[in-house]
């Protein structure tokens, strides 16, 4: 059993990307999904969809890679682990890697990118950052 499932989402994109793999298939659930969609936004990953087979759900994730053959994500870290949670305010969101990163944060108006959540002046749990 998995406990944490957006940590296990990024490993499977870092993996993918390592083996030059084009597609790969991520456990389902409401956060993987908007961290995968906020991916698709910024240009790092092709596509995503979400693929039901009766049941259970997956999303499928295609990467994106630049004209030598390597990903795009140079480096996709998790912030916010089950056993140590980090939150940060508003202004400590501003800018990551002087705006060539983004930091995935999870707030009360849902999962949003750096710039959407500085945007509108809020703050939340800091769950992934990529760049």
Same mark, same amino acid.
Not at 39 to 56: A, I, P, Q, R, T
Not at 90 to 110: C, L, Q
């Given at each position: #059993?998995?406990?944490?499932?957006?940590?296990?989402?990024?490993? +499977? =994109?870092? !993996?993918?990307? #390592?083996? +030059? =793999?084009? &597609?790969?298939? @991520?456990?389902?659930?409401?956060?993987?999904?908007? &961290?995968?969609?906020?991916?698709?936004?910024?240009?790092? @990953?092709?596509?995503?969809?979400? /693929?039901?087979?009766? /049941?259970? *759900?997956?999303?499928? /994730? &295609?990467?994106?890679? !630049?004209?030598?053959? +390597?990903? %795009?994500?140079?480096?996709?870290? +998790? %912030?916010?682990?089950?056993?140590?949670?980090?939150?940060?305010?508003?202004?400590?969101? *501003?800018?990551?890697? !002087?705006?060539?990163?983004? =930091? =995935? /944060?999870?707030?009360?108006?849902?999962?949003?990118?750096?710039? *959407?959540?500085?945007? @509108?002046?809020?703050?939340?749990?800091? #769950?992934?950052? %990529?760049?």
């Amino acid at each position: #059993m998995i406990n944490d499932l957006v940590s296990d989402a990024l490993t +499977r =994109i870092r !993996n993918a990307g #390592m083996r +030059r =793999i084009n &597609v790969t298939t @991520l456990v389902h659930s409401k956060s993987v999904e908007a &961290v995968a969609n906020i991916l698709v936004e910024k240009g790092y @990953l092709e596509s995503c969809n979400v /693929v039901e087979d009766g /049941v259970k *759900k997956t999303i499928k /994730v &295609v990467l994106k890679y !630049n004209e030598q053959d +390597r990903t %795009v994500i140079n480096e996709l870290k +998790r %912030v916010s682990k089950p056993g140590r949670r980090v939150y940060k305010g508003k202004e400590e969101i *501003k800018r990551f890697k !002087n705006g060539y990163g983004t =930091i =995935i /944060v999870s707030t009360s108006h849902g999962v949003l990118p750096n710039d *959407k959540a500085y945007e @509108l002046g809020i703050g939340g749990e800091v #769950m992934c950052t %990529v760049w």
